[in-house]
T-cell receptor, first 114, second 115 residues
C-alpha cells in the first residue's frame, strides 16, 4: 500500500515548455486534488476531481489542465510553463469530499521554470 | 469566501516547554477544521480534525486542539514539545456547504525548537 505517489519528484523547465505531473493513489479514493505551495502562501487548490471522468476548478486554475481518466490517477498538465508556476505541487486524495474525512497527501513535486 | 489566519509566521519554543499555535477562520457556519504538519521536504500529515461534538480533540504525537465557536478559533496545543516537533504547521478548513471542494489552508506557522 503506497498511498499517494507523485511523479516526478523534481523537474526544471524552460519558459514555454510543457509537462505533465502524475498522481497515483491505491486507496480507491473518489476525490483527488492538486495543490500548489508557495513560500508564505500555504497551499492553494488548483483543480480537483470528485470521481473518475470528472474535474473542476479550484482557487488558482489558470495555466493548468487536469484529467482523471482512471480512478486511481489524476494528471496535472502545464501546456506552456511560466516562471510564475515555479512551485511545489502536492496531490491529495480522500474518500469523502469537502474535507469530511482525511486528505492523504503525496510527497510533492518541486518544479522550477526558468 | 472562507479564510484561515495563522497569526504567527514563526514560533520558537524550548524543548520540553508547552506550545500553542493559533488559528482563526472566517466562515458563515462552522467548517470542518484540521491541523496538518509538514516536515522539511515532506508532504503533509494530518494531526487532528474537528467535525462536531466535543470541542477538545486529541490527535497524534501528543497534540490536541480546542474549537471555540465564539472566537472562531481552533488552536493547537502540546504540553511538552520534543525536538522532532520542529516543522511547519498548517491549519485548514473544509466547506460543508456549497462551493469548491478541497481544503482552504492558512499560510502556516514555522515551529523552531531550541535545545
Amino acid at each position: 500500500n503506497a498511498g499517494v505517489t507523485q511523479t516526478p519528484k523534481f523537474r526544471v523547465l524552460k519558459t514555454g515548455q510543457s509537462m505533465t505531473l502524475l498522481c497515483a493513489q491505491d486507496m480507491n479514493h473518489e476525490y483527488m486534488y492538486w495543490y500548489r505551495q508557495d513560500p508564505g502562501m500555504g497551499l492553494r487548490l488548483i483543480h480537483y476531481s470528485v470521481g473518475e471522468g470528472t474535474t473542476a476548478k479550484g482557487e488558482v486554475p489558470d495555466g493548468y489542465n487536469v484529467s482523471r481518466l482512471k480512478k486511481q490517477n489524476f494528471l496535472l498538465g502545464l501546456e506552456s510553463a511560466a516562471p510564475s508556476q515555479t512551485s511545489v505541487y502536492f496531490c491529495a486524495s480522500g474518500f469523502l469530499g469537502r474535507g469530511r474525512d482525511t486528505q492523504y497527501f503525496g510527497p510533492g513535486t518541486r518544479l522550477t521554470v526558468l | 469566501a472562507q479564510s484561515v489566519t495563522q497569526p504567527d509566521i514563526h514560533i520558537t519554543v524550548s524543548e520540553g516547554a508547552s506550545l500553542e499555535l493559533r488559528c482563526n477562520y472566517s466562515y458563515g457556519a462552522t467548517p470542518y477544521l484540521f491541523w496538518y504538519v509538514q516536515s522539511p521536504g515532506q508532504g503533509l500529515q494530518l494531526l487532528l480534525k474537528y467535525f462536531s461534538g466535543d470541542t477538545l480533540v486529541q490527535g497524534i504525537k501528543g497534540f490536541e486542539a480546542e474549537f471555540k465557536r465564539s472566537q472562531s478559533s481552533f488552536n493547537l496545543r502540546k504540553p511538552s514539545v520534543h525536538w522532532s516537533d520542529a516543522a511547519e504547521y498548517f491549519c485548514a478548513v473544509g466547506d460543508p456547504g456549497g462551493g469548491a471542494d478541497g481544503l482552504t489552508f492558512g499560510k502556516g506557522t514555522h515551529l523552531i525548537i531550541q535545545p
